[in-house]
């Protein structure tokens, strides 16, 4: 990202550019120019805000400008969560506009003819999943399978797997049709090797933020809530592999409902992340960030408190292995 097309962006948002100072940004190009922050984002681009205002944060600016060819309404939605003078723009063609923040997705149902391989899952021991209109069957967070459309039959098939490689996989040893049977012995494998004690292996180390919800889920008290359920993210996860924060609603002892976003890992983008999540699933809600110990910074302990209505974190202790 050349220093030259943040100035000619920002010099488009009337910005006096003669007066910027270059400073690095990890997924982009930035520059200050008094207390008044612009950055350029070239990559990561929807999980860019949280580390924008670390950045601004770091370095003094009271003003933040966020310049971003892609997913800028997603951005500026989750801009005006925060409590800071944040302006998005969306780069097109060399024009620059401001951004209008982007609508929460909205609900997409499971079609009907994927819905009733919803019983086939369940009776294998694995537990149904809807996001975003897809069906999937997962053991203790591990994806194991998931429903498709299909040209043959009643429309919809079930493939046995994690992740679209595995599952081909799976159809040419096994054939095309997946059986309960076949799917049971899955998941009684992918459940030894997640289980707590088990040997390191592949299978617990997939996914583990949606592990640390199966537990939180199963033991609210680990993070002080009353009851849980898994729900869909504010965005859809692209790749099963790909690590993404999963969301939980519920109620606290004190019958205040809680949106929980779990992540395992230090997550700079978890708490815009996690505001857009409220934001989604029940706006007036608290907001929990559940992550293993030792994995929260000052700076995202403030980053929270930064919320239009702040967020805390909750350490939980990760599955010995």
Not at 193 to 202: I, K
Request: one cysteine or more.
């Amino acid at each position: 990202m050349s220093d030259a097309r943040l100035r000619m962006a920002a010099s488009q948002c009337g910005a006096d550019t003669a007066s910027f100072e270059s400073v690095e940004f990890p997924f982009g190009h930035a520059a200050i120019s008094g207390k008044h922050g612009w950055i350029y984002v070239a990559e990561q681009h929807s999980r860019a805000l949280s580390p924008a205002l670390l950045w601004a944060g770091k370095h003094g600016v009271e003003s933040l400008n966020v310049l971003s060819e892609v997913n800028a309404d997603v951005l500026a939605r989750r801009a005006q969560l925060f409590n800071f003078d944040i302006a998005v723009w969306s780069v097109s063609n060399g024009q620059v506009l401001r951004a209008t923040a982007a609508q929460p997705l909205a609900d997409v149902k499971v079609f009907d003819s994927h819905e009733r391989l919803a019983l086939m899952i369940e009776t294998s021991g694995a537990e149904v999943v809807r996001e975003h209109g897809l069906l999937t069957g997962e053991v203790m967070g591990l994806e194991v399978c998931r429903v498709l459309n299909d040209d043959i039959g009643d429309g919809a098939r079930l493939e046995i797997g994690v992740g679209a490689h595995d599952r081909e996989t799976f159809q040419l040893v096994h054939g095309r049709d997946a059986t309960v049977e076949s799917l049971s012995r899955v998941v009684g494998i992918v459940r030894e090797h997640r289980t707590e004690g088990s040997v390191p292996h592949p299978l617990n180390r997939l996914a583990p933020e949606r592990m640390l919800r199966h537990r939180i889920v199963l033991s609210p008290e680990l993070v002080g809530a009353q009851q849980l359920k898994p729900v869909e993210p504010p965005i859809i996860r692209m790749n099963v592999k790909d690590e993404m924060p999963c969301v939980a609603l519920g109620t606290l002892p004190s019958g205040v409902p809680v949106v929980v976003v779990c992540t395992a890992s230090i997550d700079v983008d978890v708490v815009a992340f996690g505001a857009d999540a409220r934001l989604r699933t029940s706006p007036d809600a608290e907001l929990l960030i559940a992550t293993h110990a030792n994995n929260v910074t000052p700076s995202l302990h403030k980053l929270a408190q930064s919320l239009r209505n702040p967020a805390r974190f909750v350490e939980v202790s990760p599955v010995r292995r």
